[in-house]
């Protein structure tokens, strides 16, 4: 594993250095949530200077369990509005994980599997090791499938909810711990003392389904971009 350690606004345009190598017409596995704003707002910008995204397929990493495409909390609403409109992909290069059944987990592990795999996964961390939906319990075998969320995790995303808990999904499609790790190459971001803890336990603790992220010790390239907080040994 690779650590670059870098200012906070430098984090995005540091991983995007990374992912624009998959472009003209790679495969990106993509995160949403806060961590890699910054990185999606880097490649608008370098498309605005010429890269070329157009080509480029896109597979979300998860979806909430009863919210439609259409919902603007769902993770198909962020994947449309901060990274395919912006960067030009068409609807037809993105696949969000969708319904609810072990066929239709099979169908995006199948989906990937068809455009060749993944080039490069984007991931962030979540506060308790999760990586996707993969909250602790999640080990190296796990493929798509519907998971229940950790009410941490709901907590942690409850502002996106108007902030009432309640609004926020019991249950997540998310790619699986292995399927993650059968990308090419993994980009993890991560900013803030609030993901120190699982950080460190995920660089440099024991290999464990406590800490999903600790699976990513296995991958041959993985290339963490952290600023100091994230980073820090005392959290
Ligand atoms: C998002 C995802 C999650 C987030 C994690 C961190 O698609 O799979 O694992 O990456 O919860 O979220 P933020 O970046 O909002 O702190």
Do not use: W
Request: net charge negative; aromatic share 4%; hydrophobic share 45%.
């Amino acid at each position: 594993t690779r650590v670059i350690v870098c200012a906070t606004d430098e984090i995005g345009e540091v991983a995007a250095g990374i992912v624009a190598s998959v472009a003209p017409a790679g495969v990106l596995g993509v995160a949403t949530g806060s961590s890699p704003l910054a990185l999606y707002a880097s490649l608008i910008r370098r498309r605005a200077e010429g890269l070329r995204t157009e080509g480029l397929r896109l597979f979300a990493l998860d979806e909430y369990v009863g919210l439609a495409a259409s919902d603007p909390c769902s993770y198909a609403a962020y994947v449309r509005s901060v990274i395919a409109g912006p960067l030009g992909i068409p609807a037809d290069n993105v696949r969000v994980p969708s319904g609810s059944t072990a066929a239709d987990g099979a169908a995006y592990e199948r989906a990937i599997a068809d455009a060749g795999g993944v080039d490069v996964q984007i991931v962030g961390i979540g506060r308790n090791g999760h990586i996707g939906f993969n909250e602790p319990g999640s080990d190296a075998e796990t493929r798509t499938r519907v998971v229940e969320l950790d009410e941490s995790t709901r907590r942690a995303n409850a502002e996106h909810f108007g902030g009432d808990l309640a609004q926020v999904p019991t249950h997540a499609m998310t790619q699986g711990v292995a399927t993650i790790l059968s990308a090419r190459r993994i980009v993890l971001v991560a900013a803030g003392s609030a993901k120190a803890a699982a950080l460190r336990a995920a660089l440099t603790g024991p290999v464990t389904a406590d800490i999903p992220a600790s699976f990513l010790q296995r991958h041959p390239d993985v290339t963490v971009v952290a600023d100091p907080d994230a980073l820090r040994e005392d959290r």
